[in-house]
């Protein structure tokens, strides 16, 4: 449903927001490991979180990648998707028809529809804090 980089993107602001609330800064370089990423695919990603505010870059010798705490609470995973797969989740055919709508519905158009907006309900209802306290309390996991 995501692309991989989405996905990788949504992996690496968890994982910034865990140690951001340690009060740590994290390198491209750890956080490629962490998520299982080529490093300089993982910087792209990187670049695009920072344009759209999601994540902050320090520069210099105590530097990395950040997010303040109390923007922690506030960013949703629907600001992630769109910063890396910009808002085709929600307009695109479940089939991949390059026209698709209620004039002319692809097979599963209607189905899908109610699909894609659950997903964006939970979307746009999901905070990188909820998710970020479920790695640090041990109920959810990044990586096996």
């Known amino acids: ?24 800064r994290v390198s491209p370089k750890e956080i490629s490991i962490e998520i299982n990423s080529p490093q300089a695919f993982t910087a792209k990603i990187l670049q695009a979180l920072v ?9 210099g010798a105590y530097g ?5 705490k ?10 992630i998707v769109n910063a ?3 808002d085709n989740i929600y307009n695109g055919c479940g089939l991949g028809l390059d026209i698709c709508d209620e ?3 692809c097979p599963v158009h209607d ?6 907006d659950e997903l964006k309900h939970m979307l746009e209802n999901t905070t990188l804090e909820e998710l970020a306290l479920n790695i640090k309390s041990g109920v959810s996991f990044l990586k096996v």
């Open 84 to 86: 890396i797969d910009g």
């Open 51 to 59: 344009r759209h505010n999601v994540v902050n870059s320090v520069k």
């Open 64 to 68: 990395g990648f950040e997010i303040d």
């Open 103 to 105: 004039k002319h519905p």
């Open 1 to 24: 449903m995501f692309s991989k980089a989405c996905e990788y993107g949504i992996k690496a602001a968890i994982f910034i927001a865990t140690k951001s609330y340690e009060g740590k």
């Open 111 to 116: 189905k899908f529809k109610i699909v894609r």
């Open 70 to 79: 109390k923007d922690i609470k506030v960013i949703k995973l629907s600001q």
